[in-house]
């Protein structure tokens, strides 16, 4: 008797990391698994095993995230990521933050709660460097959206929202005074990229993650 017999292979989805494309037409058209909404005051992350959404922390200080946050599927930041993010910042020694490409998504429509896949057109995105690993975050908008669907590139998006964005990644985590023990910011956002970039950088992350495979221990066949 086989699991279709039993029913058994309806019991589990997909693992959101591994189990679901890249998205239809990537690096131009991709998939979000959306792990955090704009209403959210907890952050919830992917348990990287099990694929369940998880409490990662309460969010520390009043700020919300202002749009869809999640992570691109088959994706990863490794050495190709860390290597294009050194080169673009003339930096040595920055490396992948080892996480799926994180992604912003822009829509007009509220959406209540995460744990769903949107797809979504890449527009731009955050050069973020978080303690010497790279930590891009790619700036897209919803599919078909009405109000946003529309935008082809980052520099057709109101500044102030760009603002916002920044304020966030450079806040969510510690208050934005936090300095390394070298005296630096731990986090900063080096630039603003356009939509090119953002293809450029799926692109490296979707090779990555091709290889880890090779990589001892691991396996991407959920």
């Not at 973020?128 to 891009?136: F, Q, T």
Request: charged fraction near 25%; hydrophobic fraction near 35%.
């Amino acid at each position: 008797m086989n699991n279709s017999q039993t029913g058994k292979g309806q019991l589990y989805k997909s693992h959101p990391w591994h189990g679901v494309s890249t998205g239809p037409n990537p690096p131009g058209l991709v998939n979000v698994y959306v792990e955090i909404v704009p209403t959210d005051t907890v952050k919830y992350e992917i348990d990287k095993e099990s694929g369940h959404l998880m409490v990662d922390r309460p969010q520390k200080y009043s700020n919300y995230c202002p749009m869809l946050y999640g992570f691109i599927p088959r994706t990863y930041c490794g050495p190709k990521i860390g290597a294009f993010c050194g080169a673009q910042t003339k930096r040595s020694g920055i490396i992948g933050d080892s996480d799926p490409l994180d992604i912003c998504v822009l829509t007009e429509k509220t959406i209540t709660h995460g744990d769903l896949f949107v797809r979504a057109v890449p527009i731009g995105g955050l050069r973020m460097i978080d303690r010497g690993e790279a930590d891009d975050k790619i700036i897209a908008v919803l599919q078909s959206d009405i109000a946003y669907g529309e935008l082809e590139d980052i520099t057709k998006c109101p500044a102030e929202l760009i603002a916002r964005l920044n304020h966030y990644f450079l806040t969510y985590k510690q208050i934005p005074t936090t300095t390394s023990d070298a005296g630096e910011r731990a986090v900063e956002i080096t630039h603003v990229y356009g939509a090119e970039e953002a293809r450029r950088v799926i692109e490296l992350s979707m090779q990555d993650y091709s290889e880890l495979e090779l990589v001892p221990g691991f396996t991407s066949n959920f």
